[in-house]
């Protein structure tokens, strides 16, 4: 049974940081990533990487948040540096893998980022 287990959110200063991280089991996994959902807003791709460890992320963390993954241990990380009031939201992590004739799509279930004075 494959699951996806976020844990590390929590409330932060404005200007803190925070490391997220999501444990994965009963599958290797091809692209994961981080997305965000923000009241009221559509869920948002924050930040993925691919097996081979290309990264890409969305304009509003790049140089601020930064994504690696541990294949040895299957999880997921995301090091959020200069937190701001707009990066409040639930954090998903989200991971593909492919079998013989389609993707499938996973997701955790989510870890709330609070970013508050």
């Known amino acids: 049974q494959v699951q996806l287990v976020e844990s590390g959110g929590g409330l932060v200063q404005p200007g803190g940081s925070l490391r997220l991280s999501c444990a994965a089991s009963?599958?290797?996994?091809?692209?994961m990533g981080w997305y965000r959902e923000a009241p009221g807003k559509q869920r948002e791709l924050v930040a993925s990487?691919?097996?081979?460890?290309?990264?890409d992320y969305a304009d509003s963390v790049k140089g601020r948040f930064t994504i690696s993954r541990d294949n040895a241990k299957n999880t997921l990380y995301l090091q959020m540096n200069s937190l701001k009031s707009e990066d409040t939201a639930v954090y998903y992590c989200?991971?593909?893998?492919?079998?013989?004739?389609?993707?499938?799509?996973?997701w955790g279930q989510g870890t709330q980022v609070t970013v508050s004075s």
């Open positions: 990487t691919t097996a081979s460890g290309s990264t």
């Open positions: 009963g599958s290797i996994f091809n692209n």
């Open positions: 989200n991971a593909d893998r492919w079998g013989p004739s389609r993707r499938y799509i996973y």
